[in-house]
């Protein structure tokens, strides 16, 4: 079956980086779509970045407004594994971070969740100012 394994959150302060980790296996990874969302207690799950796959294995990546700028997405094929490289992280960073894959989601529903299929279980960052 699907797995998608995050790892990498932590604790930090304000203007540290971080780099997460989302392992996948059980799909074929140069196929689909990798997204990363995020959440806290009591809101909706917000989009931050996702990496979309079109004709040649060529991939177009798109951004939340906040963290535009200053968090890149990234994927390595060979390790079937996405990253998502956060830098000048601020404390409204803090979140639950989840990966997530989903089939065509296309490059104008990208940020709408449902549109993913799997999600990883999650991993917490914590920036303190």
């Known amino acids: 079956q699907v797995q998608l394994v995050e790892s990498g959150g932590g604790s930090v302060q304000a203007g540290d980086s971080l780099r997460l980790s989302c392992a996948a296996s059980?799909?074929?990874?140069?196929?689909?779509?990798m997204g990363w969302f995020r959440q806290v207690p009591g809101k909706e799950r917000e989009f931050v970045a996702t990496?979309?796959?079109?004709?040649?294995?060529?991939?177009?990546?798109y951004y939340g407004d906040s963290v535009k700028g200053r968090f890149t997405i990234s994927r390595d094929k060979a390790k079937n594994t996405a990253y998502l490289q956060m830098n000048s992280l601020k404390p409204e960073d803090t979140a639950v971070y989840y990966c997530?894959?989903?089939?065509?989601?296309?490059?104008?529903?990208?940020?709408?969740?449902?549109?993913?299929?799997?999600w990883g279980q999650g991993t917490q960052v914590t920036v303190s100012s």
């Open positions: 990496s979309i796959g079109t004709v040649g294995s060529i991939y177009y990546v």
């Open positions: 997530a894959s989903g089939y065509d989601v296309g490059k104008y529903y990208y940020i709408d969740p449902r549109k993913y299929l799997y």
């Open positions: 059980g799909l074929s990874f140069s196929s689909y779509d």
